[in-house]
T-cell receptor
Framework: GAVVSQHPSWVICKSGTSVKIECRSL??????MFWYRQFPKQSLMLMAT?????????EQGVEKDKFLINHASLTLSTLTVTSAHPEDSSFYIC???????????FGPGTRLTVT | AQTVTQSQPEMSVQEAETVTLSCTYD???????LFWYKQPPSRQMILVIR??????QNATENRFSVNFQKAAKSFSLKISDSQLGDAAMYFCAYDGGSQGNLIFGKGTKLSVKP
């Protein structure tokens, strides 16, 4: 099956610093990748949709200047949390949609803790 | 806007028994996909089953099956012969947009009693 990786799986950073999370499709090409945020015991909330070679589309209420998304290739999308604050602490999940199949494949998630 | 509703925050089932998780959705589209995802404590999202709206036949994957009622906009998941490893959060999801982003329900936490 298709595999999506995320790195790092867990990161702790200090308030005011920036953190980059990578999402890679390992064995397929993904024209579209999605970034979700999940708070404890809650559902996944879509943050943004990124298409290879174009600007990401952000959901209402998501600060695009704070959550920078880059989809530079068909196998890599990055989410950078800029000037992180404790309220940005959360579980971030990416998914990738194959160019040849309908399904989305999810990465294992990244736990971000901002101190 | 499309919405997905899971009305059961928690469910419990005895090992080897059958349990049904409910999901309703709202959409004006006629062509879409519906999914059930499982999220165990590891938090990795695992696709359990999917249903294409244009197909009348209910999808089945081993012990997992759905009851898809398009007119009623209902999409329930039945788990037969429940196993301890089935314990997890289960999310119902809708995909109807051209971008393919999923709209998730709030989830149902399933516990399996030995």
């Amino acid at each position: 099956g298709a595999v999506v990786s995320q790195h790092p799986s867990w990161v702790i950073c200090k308030s005011g610093t920036s953190v980059k999370i990578e999402c890679r499709s390992l064995d397929f090409q993904a024209t579209t990748m999605f970034w979700y945020r999940q708070f404890p015991k809650q559902s996944l909330m879509l943050m943004a949709t990124s298409n290879e070679g174009s600007k990401a589309t952000y959901e209402q209420g998501v600060e695009k200047d704070k959550f920078l998304i880059n989809h530079a290739s068909l196998t890599l999308s990055t989410l950078t949390v800029t000037s992180a604050h404790p309220e940005d602490s959360s579980f971030y999940i990416c998914s990738a949609r194959s160019t040849s199949a309908y399904e989305q494949y999810f990465g294992p998630g990244t736990r971000l803790t901002v101190t | 806007a499309q919405t997905v509703t899971q009305s059961q925050p928690e469910m419990s089932v005895q090992e080897a028994e059958t349990v049904t998780l409910s999901c309703t959705y709202d959409t004006s589209e006629s062509d879409y996909y519906l999914f059930w995802y499982k999220q165990p404590p590891s938090r990795q999202m695992i696709l359990v089953i999917r249903q294409e709206a244009y197909k009348q036949q209910n999808a089945t994957e081993n012990r997992f099956s759905v009851n898809f009622q398009k007119a009623a906009k209902s999409f329930s998941l039945k788990i037969s012969d429940s196993q301890l490893g089935d314990a997890a959060m289960y999310f119902c999801a809708y995909d109807g947009g051209s971008q393919g982003n999923l709209i998730f329900g709030k989830g149902t936490k399933l516990s399996v009693k030995p």
